[in-house]
Structure formats: structure tokens, C-alpha cells
């Protein structure tokens, strides 16, 4: 019987355009999961879980003048957002912009924010609260102006916001934007505002209806987080499991496939030429293990390789 040319070695089987592109895309996804998927979500829970406990100990304490939160160059922790504090002056009315269009209890609202001038000069952004649009929710409804006289106002310090894509517009004869961004509100109104702005409570001087406080909750971006993560995880680990099944498949057949030689050629030996013939060609068939309706995978790729 001819030399056998040797099998290919068993890790060439892997470099087929199939198992490459399989490993390129589990490397894929396991990258994006670890590096911005369950960031991500652990990011939006980290922060929801400093908010909670930024508003409970704003309870926990009496408001405070906010020139006493502030850090240097009027500058605000984030640890102390969502403070109560106090502000002592007047408002700016004739310097209010409109947030427009800004849902508040899942209801279209158009929300009222006017500059504040303390009594040392500092003039502080405050939202006064929302009123339902009207008319299908398109048309400005009535908001009623704030005081002029001097007062004494309380409510939550709030970070700017990042400004909206949508660039502030006029409408229905008031100036329009679509964030809380007090740059934005500055250079809109021509005042000088801080990086910060009030969110009014209720029952304060020019409140219309005050914005309601979040839920302390904080959904389910923890758990969302740690499945990325697992599924980071199991993506390569069932790509080794699938190298292994095959490698372990492949193996087995191929010594199941030597035993049958081996065994015909024995049966050769004792019996005669013509039976020998016989068992010749059925050594060069590869074992069938579901009979002759389902060839055995790894027969074929068996096959070719002893052909060569």
C-alpha cells in the first residue's frame, strides 16, 4: 500500500477565511463590551447614585447662602449639586429666555429662565418652573413675569448643561433655546451668568410650577453594566469552546479512522488476494458514522487530505 502523505498539522484547520473572521469579531465585540458598553452603563449608574445621595443630604441640611457652597472662582463641586441654597436680590425679567419645549411629567412644556442679581453683583440663572404648552403642544402658553422687587429666593444648584445641537431661535416673541446651558444664555441675553443655575423650588418668589424632583432610583444601568461584561466574556470563552470541540472531533475520528486500517489490513493478510482487494478499498473510504444519509463532517476534509 502507497506512503500516506502526513496530515496537516491540527491549528492549520483555524486559519480558514471562516474561523478568522469569526475571531476578528468576537475580539470585536469583546472590546467595545469592556471599553464603552459596560462603561457606559456603570457610568450612568455611578452618576445616578451621586445624585441620589446629593438630594438626600439636601434635606439633611438647611439652605445655605450660596456664596458658602461655592469654591474658588465661583466654581461648584460636584458633590454639592443640587444644594439648597439661598439668593438674595432681584430678577432680570427683561433678560428671560424660554427652554423650549422640554417634557416635564411626559407632558410638552415650555419652562421660564431668568437671571437673577444677587446683592453682590453676581447674577445667577434660574429655571422658575414650566407650564404645558398649548395647542397640540407647539404654542407657547402664558407665564406669568417675575417679581421685580428685591427677595429672597431658594432652591437647588444645577450644573450647566451641555449645549443642545439646535441653536437658540425666536418665537412667538420670546428668545428660545433648547438646553440650560448658561453660556449659551449669556452670550443670548448679554449677561454675565455663572457656570451654575438655580432650579427654583416650591412656593419661592416667581415660581410658576416648580420642575418636581427625580425619582431616588436608580433603574437598571448596574445590571445592564454587568451583563456586558459577562457577555465579554462568554463571546471568547465559546470560541475556545467551539476550537476545542472541533480539535477533540477531529482527533477522535482520525484514530477511529487508523483503527479501521489497521483492522482491514489484518483482514487482508489472513484472507485471500480477492479479499484483500475488497478491503483495500474500503480502508480508502473514511468511517460514516450516520450510515449513507449524513456523511460525517470531518470525513470529507479527512478524505481530501489522504488523496494528496
Given at each position: 500500500?502507497?506512503?500516506?502523505?502526513?496530515?496537516?498539522?491540527?491549528?492549520?484547520?483555524?486559519?480558514?477565511?471562516?474561523?478568522?473572521?469569526?475571531?476578528?469579531?468576537?475580539?470585536?465585540?469583546?472590546?467595545?463590551?469592556?471599553?464603552f458598553?459596560?462603561?457606559?452603563?456603570?457610568?450612568?449608574?455611578?452618576?445616578?447614585?451621586?445624585?441620589?445621595?446629593?438630594?438626600?443630604?439636601?434635606?439633611?441640611?438647611?439652605?445655605?447662602?450660596f456664596?458658602?457652597?461655592?469654591?474658588?472662582?465661583?466654581?461648584?463641586?460636584?458633590?454639592?449639586?443640587?444644594?439648597?441654597?439661598?439668593?438674595?436680590?432681584?430678577?432680570?425679567?427683561?433678560?428671560?429666555?424660554?427652554?423650549?419645549?422640554?417634557?416635564?411629567?411626559?407632558?410638552?412644556?415650555?419652562?421660564?429662565?431668568?437671571?437673577?442679581?444677587?446683592?453682590?453683583?453676581?447674577?445667577?440663572?434660574?429655571?422658575?418652573?414650566?407650564?404645558?404648552?398649548?395647542?397640540?403642544?407647539?404654542?407657547?402658553?402664558?407665564?406669568?413675569?417675575?417679581?421685580?422687587?428685591?427677595?429672597?429666593?431658594?432652591?437647588?444648584?444645577?450644573?450647566?448643561?451641555?449645549?443642545?445641537?439646535?441653536?437658540?431661535?425666536?418665537?412667538?416673541?420670546?428668545?428660545?433655546?433648547?438646553?440650560?446651558?448658561?453660556?449659551?444664555?449669556?452670550?443670548?441675553?448679554?449677561?454675565?451668568?455663572t457656570?451654575?443655575?438655580?432650579?427654583?423650588?416650591?412656593?419661592?418668589?416667581?415660581?410658576?410650577?416648580?420642575i418636581?424632583?427625580?425619582?431616588?432610583?436608580t433603574?437598571?444601568?448596574?445590571s445592564?453594566?454587568?451583563?456586558?461584561?459577562?457577555?465579554?466574556?462568554?463571546?471568547?470563552?465559546?470560541?475556545?469552546?467551539?476550537?476545542?470541540?472541533?480539535?477533540?472531533?477531529?482527533?477522535?475520528?482520525?484514530?477511529?479512522?487508523?483503527a479501521?486500517?489497521?483492522?482491514?489490513?489484518?483482514?487482508?493478510?489472513?484472507?485471500?488476494?480477492?479479499?484483500?482487494d475488497?478491503?483495500?478499498?474500503?480502508?480508502?473510504?473514511?468511517?460514516?458514522?450516520?450510515?449513507?444519509?449524513?456523511?460525517?463532517?470531518?470525513?470529507?476534509?479527512?478524505?481530501?487530505?489522504?488523496?494528496?
Amino acid at each position: 500500500m502507497p506512503a500516506k502523505n502526513q496530515e496537516k498539522p491540527w491549528w492549520k484547520t483555524f486559519l480558514s477565511p471562516g474561523w478568522i473572521i469569526a475571531a476578528i469579531a468576537i475580539a470585536a465585540f469583546s472590546y467595545f463590551a469592556f471599553t464603552f458598553l459596560a462603561p457606559w452603563q456603570l457610568g450612568k449608574n455611578d452618576a445616578l447614585v451621586q445624585r441620589n445621595e446629593n438630594i438626600e443630604r439636601a434635606f439633611e441640611n438647611d439652605p445655605l447662602p450660596f456664596q458658602d457652597i461655592l469654591g474658588p472662582n465661583a466654581s461648584l463641586d460636584p458633590a454639592d449639586e443640587w444644594a439648597r441654597v439661598t439668593l438674595t436680590g432681584h430678577y432680570l425679567p427683561d433678560n428671560e429666555v424660554v427652554l423650549r419645549l422640554r417634557p416635564v411629567e411626559k407632558t410638552p412644556a415650555f419652562q421660564a429662565l431668568t437671571p437673577f442679581e444677587t446683592t453682590d453683583g453676581t447674577v445667577v440663572l434660574v429655571n422658575r418652573g414650566w407650564a404645558a404648552a398649548r395647542d397640540g403642544g407647539t404654542q407657547l402658553p402664558e407665564l406669568p413675569p417675575a417679581p421685580t422687587q428685591h427677595t429672597t429666593i431658594t432652591g437647588f444648584l444645577r450644573f450647566s448643561e451641555a449645549a443642545a445641537p439646535q441653536q437658540p431661535m425666536y418665537d412667538q416673541g420670546r428668545h428660545m433655546v433648547y438646553s440650560i446651558n448658561t453660556g449659551q444664555i449669556s452670550d443670548l441675553t448679554g449677561t454675565d451668568l455663572t457656570a451654575f443655575y438655580l432650579q427654583l423650588a416650591q412656593d419661592e418668589p416667581g415660581e410658576i410650577q416648580a420642575i418636581p424632583l427625580p425619582q431616588l432610583e436608580t433603574g437598571n444601568h448596574l445590571s445592564y453594566g454587568l451583563q456586558w461584561i459577562a457577555f465579554g466574556l462568554l463571546a471568547p470563552t465559546g470560541l475556545i469552546y467551539f476550537v476545542w470541540a472541533e480539535t477533540r472531533e477531529r482527533r477522535r475520528f482520525r484514530e477511529e479512522q487508523e483503527a479501521m486500517d489497521a483492522s482491514t489490513a489484518l483482514a487482508a493478510a489472513a484472507g485471500g488476494a480477492g479479499d484483500g482487494d475488497k478491503a483495500g478499498e474500503a480502508a480508502k473510504r473514511p468511517r460514516t458514522r450516520y450510515g449513507n444519509s449524513r456523511r460525517n463532517a470531518w470525513a470529507a476534509s479527512y478524505e481530501k487530505e489522504q488523496e494528496r
